[in-house]
């Protein structure tokens, strides 16, 4: 077992972000089982959701004439603009059938405000509203956490480096995640963050 003080967290692993899913990662449903066997050694177990309202202001469908994968400026800096997905309620936004839902003690929904997008587990992307995972995490006394899940280069890496910032200590269990890997973001996030002071393990 890992310290009381060490956290799992477990991030978006949601059908949608698998084969077959609106926003399919590849190989994401392939880290299940090991992110399953992992949950027996923390105490501490947390899930997030990403949880969108139909006409979310992160989906290409949202902004006329543009296409999914393209970037806008959006009031709180650059979005990229995604496919319809994690859609409240629906099956897309469900957690992937096999994943231990029930070893968590916390699912945190995030991305549920219409006008900005949230990779971050701690933060939206204004960087500035909280999700409310620190107060959480802080009065359970937790010091440390341990990343996985999709994807791993926009909220696996965000939530990353805002827990490093909070003052944790992070780090990523690289084979537990899978990318999206847009235009060389993959390469971009791990260098973001290593320079953030996450291990990347
Ligand atoms: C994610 C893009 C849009 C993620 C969520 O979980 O990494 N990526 N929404
Ligand atoms: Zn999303």
Same mark, same amino acid.
């Given at each position: ?18 084969? #077959? /899913? ?5 190989? /994401?449903?392939? *880290?299940?089982?090991? *992110? ?6 923390f105490?501490?177990? @947390? ?7 139909? /006409? ?11 296409? +999914?994968?393209?970037? *806008?400026?959006?009031?709180? #800096?650059p979005? @990229?603009?995604? +496919?319809?997905?994690?859609v409240? #309620? ?16 916390? *699912? ?23 999700? /409310? ?7 359970r ?5 341990t ?25 990523v ?8 890997d847009?235009?060389?973001?993959l ?10 002071? @996450?291990?990347?393990?």
């Open positions: 077992m890992m310290p009381a003080t060490h956290a799992l967290i477990v991030i978006d692993v949601q059908n949608d972000f698998c084969p #077959g /899913g609106a926003l399919a990662v590849t190989g /994401g449903a392939d *880290i299940v089982p090991g *992110i399953n066997a992992l949950m027996d050694e105490a501490c177990v @947390v899930l997030t959701q990403d949880w969108h309202p139909a /006409g979310h202001s992160s989906f290409a469908s949202s902004h006329a004439g543009r296409d +999914p994968f393209t970037t *806008i400026d959006a009031p709180y #800096g979005q @990229v603009l995604w +496919p319809d997905h994690c409240q #309620g629906t099956g897309g936004a469900a957690f992937r059938p096999d994943l231990r839902t029930d070893a968590a003690q916390m *699912i945190v929904r995030k991305g549920f405000n219409p006008a900005v997008d949230s990779y971050s587990a701690f933060f939206e992307n204004d960087h500035r509203t909280p999700t /409310g995972l620190d107060g959480y995490l802080r009065t006394g937790i010091e440390r956490l990343l996985v899940g999709l994807a791993t280069d926009f909220c696996v890496n965000f939530s990353a480096v805002d827990g490093a910032r909070l003052g944790y200590e992070v780090e269990r690289q084979e537990l995640c899978r990318a999206i847009l235009d060389g973001s390469a971009a996030a791990q260098a973001g963050m290593r320079d953030a002071g @996450v291990t990347l393990l």
